[in-house]
Nanobody, 121 residues
Framework: QLQASGGGLVQAGGSLRLSCAAS????????MGWFRQSLGKEREFVAA????????SYADSVRGRFTLSRDNAKNTAYLQMNSLKPEDSAVYLC????????????????WGQGTLVTVSS
């Protein structure tokens, strides 16, 4: 089970940190990542991180503003989101896959529930 948290309402330019906590099994051998989906739009890849934390991948729209990290001792991944823009508003869903390339290609083994991020202008 993947449990996402940390969403909320923030003004443009602000920051939020999302967490994705894995429970019920060991997730320390695969990649963890985030997708987002806003109303009327397709689900899009946001970021992914390999199991050692050495490999990361980001969507162009968030690169330089978002940072994904993980703590395997806690089975948790963290998405630090800075310089938020109204277009970042969406439901953010955490995901688990074989590796970062798999997640980038939407080959998701497990989905978590979403957490809503709203950025006001």
């Amino acid at each position: 089970q993947l449990q996402a948290s940390g969403g909320g309402l923030v003004q443009a330019g602000g920051s939020l940190r999302l967490s994705c906590a894995a429970s019920g099994r060991t997730y320390d051998t695969g990649a963890m990542g985030w997708f987002r989906q806003s109303l009327g739009k397709e689900r899009e890849f946001v970021a992914a991180i390999g199991w050692r934390g050495r490999t990361t991948s980001y969507a162009d729209s968030v690169r330089g503003r978002f940072t994904l990290s993980r703590d395997n001792a806690k089975n948790t991944a963290y998405l630090q989101m800075n310089s938020l823009k109204p277009e970042d508003s969406a439901v953010y869903l955490c995901a688990y896959g074989h590796n970062t390339k798999s997640l980038l290609n939407r080959a998701v083994n497990y989905w978590g529930q979403g957490t809503l991020v709203t950025v006001s202008s």
